[in-house]
């Protein structure tokens, strides 16, 4: 839409501007399944009630002034615009079941059907731009609503942000959710003399620099001319136009938690990181046996929040202009290798390998070092060579993976208690794309694919269920010795 600018209008992010490029134009999808059947009159009451609608982006229509420069301008807000209704009950295809023939569904069906009917959304179905950028499907049949954001509106964790300030415990219709605490990074000096503390200090000021320049030169030529070696995963330019498929892997927090403790100071993403490495290793094994070259690089993309104070805001802080808390887009890009390793391997050496992988990323600059390289991009070059930037770089790896902390206890949307929650994106050039998110005790990955690359991605989930039931049995027989 191209209208001249006001006064009122608000200049989007560099970040904003980036997501709004053809190649990268990303939806957040976000499945909210619910107990009981959706009551529509709630959810609009909900809807008009709630802090969101409140918020300047999510009642802005994205507005081009004369010189291409995007804008996001205010607009009165139709809730029947963003509010889309299937009452037909879908197949695991995402076709509509011809009712008045009668129909037994389970409920392993039903999450097939509603996973297939986003995979079909993330690939035909961009947002338009003749509304503010978002809508809430409601699959009444399914008990279910997937709540669908432009990434130019925020990213996760001020999307998480949002939808939590909306939210209410199970148990105490008053209370706001409890979010898992994150643990800050401490830097442990030496005890004892100064002068040991001092060289602690040093030795790990060294260690950040090294590793800054080291991941930051890679960083660099992935995202210009070092790719993967070409696997049974692997997508490329173009991808991000094929159909798309989608399935879901599920874990107990408890078990990742297990794992954890046997490895010192190892935290739940070297866990995730080290079954994601053992199940893509057990999926390549199976799809092209005895072709892969042991210790082949296999690298990934993954998110890392950079706000001043890490994990997930508070609302009020967000939605405040002086804060350091800042609303939006506000993350770098970090890489991260993972190696393939023929089976018959301890299950444990994977999540050691992790540990040392990710030790090294946090011990770096590289997501702030990403973060800083795209703006100057963008302000330097303009939208179109920083899209180039960011696809080339996803061309050139194999998957992205991502991590958010959800709610501790079950909690409920407009009066009706939720019994999942699942994230994912549109998308993008490469082939696999894996989202997780805890809830309640339980941790479900919803792992999107490019279908003519991995027809078979209920498998590969499975992959990841038995890496991590590996890794348990491992530490089960170990405390047991």
Known sequence: MVCPETSSD???????????????????????RGKNPADMDAIKSAIKSSLMVQHPRFCSLLVRDKNGFEHWRKTPIDIGQHVVVVNNRLDKSGNFIDQTQGSTTTEEDDE????????????????????????????TAHKCAVFRIHHSLGDGISLMSMLMANCRRADDAEALPRMVPDKKTVIKGEKGRVWFWLFGV????????????????????????????????????????????????????????????????????????????????????????NVLHEGLRITGVAMVNIRPQPGLQDLSKLMKSNTKARWGNKFGVILIPVYYHKGGNDPLEYLKRAKAIVDKKKHSLEAYFSYKIGDLVMSLLGPKYACMLNYKLLCNTTFTLSNVAGPLEEISLAGNPLSSIKVNTSSLPQALTMHMLSYAGKAEMQILVAKDIIPDPEFLAKCFEYALLEMKEAVLRTNKA
Request: negative net charge; proline residues 6%; aromatic residues 8%.
């Open 10 to 32: 608000e200049p989007l992010t560099p970040a904003g501007r980036l997501f709004l490029q053809p190649e990268t134009d990303i939806v957040i999808h976000c499945i909210i």
């Open 112 to 139: 097939a059907a509603v996973n297939q009917y986003v995979a079909d959304l993330s690939v035909s179905s961009p947002l338009s731009t003749d509304k503010p950028l978002w809508e809430l499907h409601v699959l």
């Open 202 to 289: 040093l030795w790990w000021f060294l260690k950040m620099v090294v590793f800054t320049l080291l991941f930051s030169m890679e960083f660099v030529l992935r995202s210009l001319l070092v790719s993967d070696e070409k696997t049974a995963i692997t997508g490329g330019d173009g991808v991000e136009l094929w159909p798309r498929k989608l399935a879901t892997a599920k874990f107990l927090l408890d078990d990742m938690k297990l794992i954890k403790r046997a490895v010192p100071d190892t935290t739940i993403n070297d866990v995730l990181l080290g079954m994601v490495s053992s199940g893509l290793s057990r999926y390549l094994d199976h799809r092209t046996p």
